[in-house]
């Protein structure tokens, strides 16, 4: 009997969140409440809204900047590697909106066909996904490595991302039409395998919900940073202290350099924790240079 109230309330928790034009297992309620630390605006489904000014910032951070804050705070498994990244000189950044697939089971591939039907979505299920997409979006998909039939899209999907997101899309699985993908501007993609088949034998199973790629939990609404060393996950609420934390190391590290090339200090005196007298000085150099 308890396995079977279970089920009705993951039934039912399942079908309402078509409330919210977002088909998967959270209700708006739930999305928010597993975001409950985000300080910021939200979307009409709950998903967390970095803001913008934000992300900009965020395009100037490191990896190791990012990993070492979260890392700080107790957030030990943000970071995925071992990528496809097809074009390396790039950086994503970006508000996360995830996805998950399974591998395809009849009955419960069935149900997810007629529950989309039923709310009016078009085409296959990696579609409906992209649909959601709005600017400053990227697209986060558990295809759980599969890349053989694990195509989550080809060049048309992949330029329907890039119109409505503007920015890229980090998939754990594969794409296909490499040649045409490889051609999108200023489009970061990051990738396990690429493959000529098509998407297959897979079935969706949420929007916006928690999902895991590679060692990584990564929530909707999640910052998304990916360079060449691979993708690191933020959340909301630690967002703008990893931006201001990079920002202070970025110009700790130009005060360092100057004052190494100038011969006022020693390697070895910038190369370890600061004395009092080289923290005033820094503190100093910082309104000269009016915070920049």
Sequence with gaps: ?????????????????????????????????????????????????????????????????????????????????????LHPDRVLVGRAVTASFVPRRPDLDQATNELGKEHGQIGAQNSWVIDTLVENDVIVIDLFGKVKEGTYAGDNLATSIYSKSKTGMVIDGGIRDLDGIYEIPDFSVFVRGFDPTGIANVTLMGINIPIRIGEATVMPG???????????????????????SSEDTRMRDAFGHQRLREGKYTPGEIDRKWTPEIEEDFEQWKKEKGGR
């Design 1 to 85: 009997m308890k396995r079977i109230a279970l089920l009705a309330i993951c039934l039912i928790s399942f079908a309402s969140s078509f409330a919210y034009a977002q088909y998967g297992v959270l209700s708006k309620e739930e999305r928010i409440a597993y975001t409950g630390q985000n300080p910021y605006e939200r979307f009409e489904d709950g998903r967390p809204r970095v803001p913008d000014s934000i992300l900009e910032r965020m395009k100037s951070v490191s990896i190791e900047e990012a990993w070492s804050v979260l890392r700080r705070r107790g957030y030990r498994d943000q970071f995925a590697g071992d990528w496809k990244n």
């Design 222 to 244: 999640d910052v998304v940073l990916g360079r060449r060393e691979g993708v690191i996950f933020i959340p909301p609420h630690l967002a703008e202290e990893v931006c201001t």
